[in-house]
């Protein structure tokens, strides 16, 4: 770990991150992961704007846990590719703020998680479908059934966490074994 | 209604809401000024390559307000990833984008090879590179063509073709086909090239620089393309960062980012890529850099034919085809002709991806099309719109 | 000048002759169009319909004869259908005037020119028409257009002529030719060069050709003013657009290229030659040049032609004065 990616991971952590992984760049392409609070979301935005990140997506995906949505970062000045989680676990209604204010092409990302999956970005100035047709019946057509969803806590699915907050319950397996399984959902 | 209505004879209704105005068009006219003409640019429109519809706001012949419509040649390719394994998946890739299939090839490829940790032969990532950069060059090459032709030059897509016609001849001795190739495999490709193959590479890399010596004298030095596009659409590095637009747009901004140089994948380290930068932001730098990336793209060619081994083209213990993945995450980019070209796998181990997220470049590049096209002439959108690259069915997926 | 039934006559017979010409013109100047674009365009152009493709023509205009006429919703049906009528009948006058050869002239009038350049402007009513009736936004983008350039494209191309006509001091055509001599250096191009090149600018912008065919630019308007317009409607503004060319040409040979006289003998082939080399300049340029854009189309005019055109005008008229 490079003494600039080292002072990002203490930056995000300053921002109230949850948690924040180290993850093996070899084998999955990023050099840091963290997840957030909703709220801090923006705060971090704006720290990677200043540090001169990109958005390059928003990649969301299901889990038993709730819609996790992942923004990617990269900084075209010194590559370093990073992931930023959120966390949506209330399922009925998954709301996070919007970092269109910042990243203004967060915009039509947003819109893609909005169609496939029904997370509502709030902030967003134009929320509406942006792939699929407005009258598209039935659920979001990326949301899973109950029984193909799997555990992102339980799968470790993240690597190794190289801090986690004493609040986060969904600790990985590698991290904590007694917590992957008794993660609370 | 009694009487011959010589304006409207067979009294079709002028009621609102029976041929006005579909959703995005009611949505995009919200936020109009009224006395401004709302234009419907496409879906079918000549200079939209492909099934883009952009809503603009006109005050005369001026672009007030611009909004691209995406969706018409959606194809849930992301549903699919998750409906097929890996191996199933993977000629999808080259539908992602007709004009660039090896750099999705390549991304879809490489982040399950990073995944599952599947090493590749080396003589395999020589051919990979080989294949990728004859890609990229027929890919500018008919953006070239393309883009002259929205800019009212009709002739040039012609001579264009004529050379995508010698490297489809080319690509197609490896890969079997001429348009959505499928040559990669999970830990090496699909067919080793043969005497002829390299033959013909040979001889199309000075063929090459000749004709781009032509198109120069045909198209850069002309005088109304300069005029047409020299301080149209200016994008900056902010406009950049800020819209997470990548390839010949960010470099053209001066910007020196090139996915194969920053995180190097295959054998690029070892190839010094050449990477044209810094030219000026408007169309026209755009412009240079993309003809530039075609001569950089054939010295490539040139080294990796030169250092290419011998060996085996594909690992030994390659995935079969009900070839599980294992648990875990990736991000895998490469640089495509457009931009970078990016992979989000999720994988629970299932026979399936559990989610596979695909970055297009081309989607966050037009994202800023909005911005940039806002207080142009409508001729400049145009051009605007043709810089940016386009190929819908990469924005769409 | 008595209209009795001679003169009468003669005007008929010379209308009749003209639609020929004008029809004959259009078929043939697409299959040549068509063979110079694939020439230049490294391609082998029409060649399945008749040999070397030369009945393609004839079935393309077959074809729009026998198409259906769409009509959109909400169009302005009068001046939908006047507007292709009232693109292709005037022009049929105007070539009346035109000395194609020293005697065949469909009628001599004495100041010819004007009745050309009064007639012209239908052109670009219908255009207006076409645009405004169909109830299309590209249509009416597409008029508007039309109609500042046409405007703006007729002063250069008058003050071209004018020039000629002070040096000449007549307004008939035939006379025009009749100042000119049988060999090249005698014809009006030499004593007139500005005046020849913008007379040449002008009339690539008043036929509404590439690059200036902002009009119909098919990369921003679609087809602009006739994109609605299919069938016969859309095959008048087509055969209107080949005559207009070769009215043009008809004009530019008279005025700088000496008519109808020419090295050996004096005759029509003189006419029809010059006329058609200029139309194929007319094809080569469009299949070469990029479009250029709105604003800078309207700057050519009024900043370069226009002044060059008055001054071209001024010298013209001093030496003609001081020199008699």
């Known amino acids: 770990?490079?003494?600039?990616?080292?002072?990002?991971?203490?930056?995000?952590?300053?921002?109230?991150?949850?948690?924040?992984?180290?993850?093996?760049?070899?084998?999955?392409?990023?050099?840091?992961?963290?997840?957030?609070?909703?709220?801090?979301l923006s705060r971090a935005a704006q720290f990677l704007r200043e540090k001169g990140f990109t958005l390059l997506d928003v990649s969301t995906a299901e889990f038993q846990e709730g819609f996790l949505v992942t923004y990617h970062f990269d900084s075209f000045a010194e590559p370093c590719r990073l992931a930023l989680r959120v966390l949506l676990e209330d399922k009925a209604k998954p709301t996070v703020p919007s970092v269109y204010p910042i990243f203004q092409g967060a915009e039509w990302h947003e819109r893609e998680s909005y169609d496939f999956f029904g997370v509502i970005f709030e902030g967003n100035p134009n929320l509406v479908p942006l792939l699929l047709p407005h009258d598209l019946p039935g659920p979001p057509p990326l949301r899973k059934k109950p029984d193909a969803l799997a555990s992102f806590a339980a799968l470790g699915l993240f690597g190794e966490a190289e801090w986690i907050s004493p609040g986060w319950p969904y600790a990985p397996a590698a991290a904590a074994p007694d917590a992957g399984e008794g993660a609370p959902q | 209604m009694t009487g011959f209505n010589f304006i409207n004879p067979f009294g079709v209704s002028d009621e609102p809401g029976t041929y006005l105005g579909d959703f995005y068009t009611d949505n995009f006219e919200k936020k109009a000024t009224a006395g401004n003409v709302i234009l419907n640019l496409g879906p079918q429109h000549p200079s939209t390559h492909g099934v883009l519809r952009v809503l603009v706001e006109l005050y005369g012949e001026y672009v007030l307000r611009a909004e691209p419509v995406l969706g018409y040649l959606h194809r849930m390719q992301e549903k699919m990833g998750e409906v097929k394994t890996p191996y199933q998946y993977l000629p999808n890739m080259g539908r992602v984008d007709y004009l660039n299939p090896i750099a999705w090839n390549w991304a879809f490829a490489g982040a399950v090879e990073t995944l599952a940790g599947i090493e590749v032969p080396e003589r395999a990532e020589y051919l990979r590179v080989i294949a990728a950069e004859l890609n990229r060059v027929s890919s500018h090459l008919l953006w070239w063509g393309a883009f002259v032709m929205d800019l009212g030059g009709v002739t040039p897509i012609l001579y264009a073709f004529e050379e995508r016609e010698?490297?489809?001849?080319?690509?197609?001795?490896?890969?079997?086909?001429?348009?959505?190739?499928?040559?990669?495999?999970?830990?090496?490709?699909?067919?080793?090239?043969?005497?002829?193959?390299?033959?013909?590479?040979?001889?199309?890399?000075?063929?090459?620089?000749?004709?781009?010596?032509?198109?120069?004298?045909?198209?850069?030095?002309?005088?109304?393309?300069?005029?047409?596009?020299?301080?149209?659409?200016?994008?900056?590095?902010?406009?950049?960062?800020?819209?997470?637009?990548?390839?010949?747009?960010?470099?053209?901004a001066g910007v020196n980012y090139?996915?194969?140089?920053?995180?190097?994948?295959?054998?690029?380290?070892?190839?010094?890529?050449?990477?044209?930068?810094?030219?000026?932001?408007?169309?026209?730098?755009?412009?240079?850099?993309?003809?530039?990336?075609?001569?950089?793209?054939?010295?490539?060619?040139?080294?990796?034919?030169?250092?290419?081994?011998?060996?085996?083209?594909?690992?030994?213990?390659?995935?079969?085809?009900?070839?599980?993945?294992?648990?875990?995450?990736?991000?895998?980019?490469?640089?495509?002709?457009?931009?970078?070209?990016?992979?989000?796998?999720?994988?629970?181990?299932?026979?399936?991806?559990?989610?596979?997220?695909?970055?297009?470049?081309?989607f966050s590049n037009l994202s800023l099309f909005a911005e940039a096209a806002q207080g142009t002439i409508l001729a400049d959108a145009i051009a605007i719109l043709g810089s940016l690259d386009l190929v819908i069915p990469e924005v769409d997926r | 000048m008595d209209l009795s039934l001679v003169t009468f006559a003669q005007i008929l017979v010379a209308v009749l002759a003209i639609i020929g010409l004008m029809v004959a013109n259009a078929v043939v100047m697409v299959y040549v169009e068509r063979k110079a674009a694939g020439f230049i365009?490294?391609?082998?152009?029409?060649?399945?319909?008749?040999?070397?493709?030369?009945?393609?023509?004839?079935?393309?205009?077959?074809?729009?004869?026998?198409?259906?006429?769409?009509?959109?919703?909400?169009?302005?049906?009068?001046?939908?259908?006047?507007?292709?009528?009232?693109?292709?009948?005037?022009?049929?006058?105007?070539?009346?005037?035109?000395?194609?050869?020293?005697?065949?002239?469909?009628?001599?009038?004495?100041?010819?020119?004007?009745?050309i350049l009064a007639f012209a402007g239908f052109g670009v009513l219908s255009n207006l028409f076409a645009g405004w009736a169909s109830n299309n936004k590209y249509g009416l983008l597409g008029a508007a257009r039309a109609v500042s350039q046409s405007v703006a494209y007729e002063i250069p191309l008058i003050l071209a002529l004018l020039a000629i006509i002070f040096q000449t001091g007549s307004l008939s055509l035939t006379e025009i030719v009749e100042a000119q001599g049988s060999y090249p250096w005698q014809w009006n191009i030499l004593v007139q060069p500005l005046a020849f090149f913008i007379y040449l600018v002008s009339l690539v912008g008043e036929t509404n050709r590439a690059p200036f065919d902002l009009p119909e630019a098919e990369s921003e308007l679609t087809a602009g003013f006739h994109t609605e317009y299919s069938g016969m409607g859309f095959a008048l503004?087509?055969?209107?657009?080949?005559?207009?060319?070769?009215?043009?040409?008809?004009?530019?040979?008279?005025?700088?290229?000496?008519?109808?006289?020419?090295?050996?003998?004096?005759?029509?082939?003189?006419?029809?030659?010059?006329?058609?080399?200029?139309?194929?300049?007319?094809?080569?340029?469009?299949?070469?040049?990029?479009?250029?854009?709105?604003?800078?189309?309207?700057?050519?005019?009024?900043?370069?032609?226009?002044?060059?055109?008055?001054?071209?005008?001024?010298?013209t008229a001093i030496i003609v004065k001081l020199l008699p």
């Open chain 2, 166 to 252: 010698k490297l489809n001849d080319i690509t197609q001795i490896v890969t079997g086909s001429r348009l959505t190739l499928n040559y990669f495999r999970f830990g090496g490709v699909g067919q080793d090239g043969d005497a002829r193959f390299f033959k013909l590479i040979e001889e199309f890399i000075p063929y090459m620089r000749e004709r781009l010596k032509m198109y120069t004298g045909l198209v850069t030095d002309n005088v109304i393309f300069r005029r047409r596009l020299e301080g149209v659409g200016p994008m900056d590095e902010s406009l950049c960062l800020r819209y997470g637009a990548t390839g010949p747009i960010l470099r053209a």
């Open chain 3, 237 to 315: 503004f087509f055969l209107s657009e080949y005559a207009n060319m070769l009215l043009v040409s008809f004009v530019c040979a008279t005025f700088f290229l000496g008519g109808y006289k020419g090295p050996f003998l004096d005759g029509i082939w003189w006419t029809f030659i010059k006329a058609y080399l200029i139309m194929f300049f007319i094809v080569w340029i469009r299949w070469t040049f990029p479009r250029v854009r709105f604003d800078q189309l309207l700057n050519i005019n009024w900043k370069w032609l226009l002044p060059l055109g008055l001054i071209n005008l001024w010298i």
């Open chain 3, 41 to 115: 365009q490294r391609r082998p152009g029409p060649y399945e319909v008749g040999p070397w493709g030369t009945i393609q023509a004839i079935c393309d205009s077959m074809k729009l004869l026998a198409k259906q006429i769409f009509v959109p919703a909400n169009v302005d049906w009068v001046l939908f259908f006047l507007a292709p009528v009232l693109a292709f009948f005037p022009v049929l006058l105007l070539f009346l005037p035109i000395p194609f050869g020293p005697y065949l002239t469909g009628l001599a009038v004495p100041d010819g020119i004007v009745l």
């Open chain 2, 258 to 362: 090139d996915t194969r140089l920053a995180i190097p994948y295959g054998v690029y380290d070892r190839l010094e890529c050449p990477v044209p930068t810094g030219q000026p932001n408007d169309c026209f730098g755009r412009y240079m850099i993309r003809l530039l990336e075609i001569e950089a793209s054939l010295t490539i060619l040139e080294r990796a034919l030169a250092s290419i081994p011998e060996g085996p083209t594909l690992v030994a213990k390659a995935p079969k085809p009900t070839y599980k993945l294992p648990a875990g995450e990736v991000y895998f980019a490469v640089e495509g002709a457009r931009g970078q070209v990016g992979c989000h796998i999720v994988s629970d181990g299932g026979k399936t991806p559990y989610r596979v997220k695909l970055r297009a470049p081309g």
């Open chain 1, 1 to 40: 770990m490079s003494d600039a990616t080292r002072a990002l991971s203490e930056g995000v952590k300053d921002l109230g991150a949850l948690a924040v992984y180290r993850p093996d760049f070899g084998k999955q392409g990023l050099r840091l992961s963290a997840f957030l609070p909703g709220e801090a």
